[in-house]
């Protein structure tokens, strides 16, 4: 099975651009995360969504973040406008309904350099 | 606010010894948890998962739960230095900071 793609892998743009981030998850996983990893602040979580509805975005950092799925197979993570606290690694990540031991499925990340 | 801990790192062991990772958590009610290796400029990926009280052996890893006292551990005997990587703990779906483990030979 292939397994969470996300792209683009790399992306430098300018202060003030906007970005786009996007994902695809795991065929048949119903939860889908965004994760945001920094030396700093470690691997946060973003944003979740089960089932295409976004179920707890307070991790979100600030209104300029938005996210969406549209369909089961994808996903994007907006920033407008970007600022050069946004670096960092995004991760998209997916898993299936379950019990506990469900663990998530991550893709190879986004790494993003906002100059 | 649900957090997990780490213990900070770096650690570093010698090649064949056993490496103790550990982790608390905040929220009483969490229902499963991970550990995941992370390499660098790599993704998490999944090492073991335990979600009952006691230990869970899987090869060289085993996993350790107290939900009494809101604390998960990973032991890695025999350890190599191709375990060399951040160890992150993830509490249902949040994670810790990570601990850096390098095994020297």
Not at chain 2, 21 to 36: A, E, K
Not at chain 2, 50 to 76: H, M, P
Request: glycine fraction near 8%; hydrophobic fraction near 30%; include cysteine.
């Amino acid at each position: 099975d292939a397994g969470v793609i996300q792209s683009p892998r790399h992306e430098v743009t300018e202060m003030g651009q906007e970005v786009t981030l996007r994902c695809k998850p795991i065929s048949g996983h119903d939860y889908l995360f965004w994760y945001r990893q920094t030396m700093m602040r470690g691997l946060e979580l973003l944003i979740y969504f089960n089932n295409n509805v976004p179920i707890d975005d307070s991790g979100m950092p600030e209104d300029r973040f938005s996210a969406k799925m549209p369909n089961a197979s994808f996903s994007t993570l907006k920033i407008q406008p970007s600022e050069p606290r946004d670096s960092a690694v995004y991760f998209c990540a997916s898993r299936r309904t379950g019990g506990y031991n469900q663990p998530q499925h991550f893709g190879d990340g986004t790494r993003l350099s906002i100059l | 606010q649900k957090e997990v801990e780490q213990n900070s790192g770096p650690l570093s062991v010698p090649e064949g010894a056993i490496a103790s990772l550990n982790c608390t958590y905040s929220d009483r009610g969490s229902q499963s948890f991970f550990w995941y290796r992370q390499y660098s400029g790599k993704s998490p990926e999944l090492i073991m998962f335990i979600y009952s009280n006691g230990d869970k052996e899987d090869g060289r890893f085993t996993a350790q739960l107290n939900k009494a006292s809101q604390y998960v551990s990973l032991l890695i005997r025999d350890s190599q230095p191709s375990d060399s990587a951040t160890y992150l703990c993830a509490v249902d779906m949040r994670f810790g900071a990570g601990t850096r483990l390098t095994v020297k030979p």
